[in-house]
């Protein structure tokens, strides 16, 4: 199942749980939080109180991207604040595998997030651990940039893995995404489509959302 997953990084803050709502009217059934350290990536976002506030107003599926140092010591506080999924950097992670073990013990699914250059063949054994996979089709820290295009062959490369593997891995891809790249990104195998500022720099963000789920299903309607 292919799903569109808006990212708040460019939603107007002051208006949150308003073009959430709009998000959800449009069909989609997961959020995506950007969660930024100023250390790993040159930009700072959200914490645990925000993701709780969230928890409070929607009750969509509350997918956490942690592009931040040293997440062991923080992925535990953001399941307890309401995350569904937590994906940590493997440039970050000097114990990935124990990592993905402690957010799924706090009750969240585990998913691993390669950076543009980081090759899939770094996921050949982990993959076996791990709930889903998330291509940066960026370099993390901001909305708004370009796709870069050798991230759908690698895209291209997970799904045959998982195929070989017979994994029910979804494929989470993040970053310049849109209308018009939409259908071939689904096509390369993504089934978890993030997309920030193409749905929240429109004025009616549940418009965007419903169109992207039709342009979606038609590619995913003629990948194998
Ligand atoms: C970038 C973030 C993305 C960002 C995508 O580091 O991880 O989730 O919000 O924004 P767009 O869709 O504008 O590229
Ligand atoms: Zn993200």
Same mark, same amino acid.
């Given at each position: 199942m292919v799903e569109i997953v808006p990212s708040i990084?460019?939603?107007?803050f002051a208006r949150l749980a308003g073009q959430i709502a709009s998000a959800e009217r449009g069909g989609a059934s997961m959020l995506h939080l950007d969660v930024m350290d100023?250390? /790993? &990536?040159p930009n700072i976002t959200i914490g645990p109180p925000v993701v709780e506030s969230l928890r409070k107003a929607t009750r969509l599926h509350l997918d956490v991207h942690l592009m931040i140092e040293s997440p062991e010591r923080w992925v535990e506080r953001f399941v307890r604040a309401g995350a569904n999924s937590v994906s940590v950097h493997y440039e970050a992670c000097r114990h990935l595998d124990g990592v993905l073990g402690m957010i799924r013990a706090a009750g969240a699914l585990a998913g691993v997030v390669l950076n543009p250059?980081?090759? &899939?063949? &770094?996921l050949e054994d982990v993959v076996e651990v791990a709930d889903y996979v998330l291509l940066m089709s &960026?370099?993390?820290? /901001?909305?708004?940039q370009e796709l870069i295009p050798y991230v759908l062959e690698k895209a291209r490369k997970l799904d045959r893995l998982r195929k070989e593997k017979r994994l029910a891995l979804p494929i989470e891809i993040d970053g310049g995404v849109h209308r018009n790249n939409l259908a071939e990104v689904v096509r390369a195998g993504c089934d978890w489509i993030v997309t920030g500022s193409a749905v /929240?720099?429109?004025?009616d963000p549940e418009a965007v959302v419903r169109e992207f789920r039709e342009i979606a299903a038609g590619g995913a309607a003629i990948r194998c």
């Open positions: 990084l460019s939603a107007d100023g250390h /790993f &990536v250059a980081t090759p &899939v063949s &770094v &960026v370099n993390p820290g /901001f909305g708004g /929240f720099h429109s004025p």
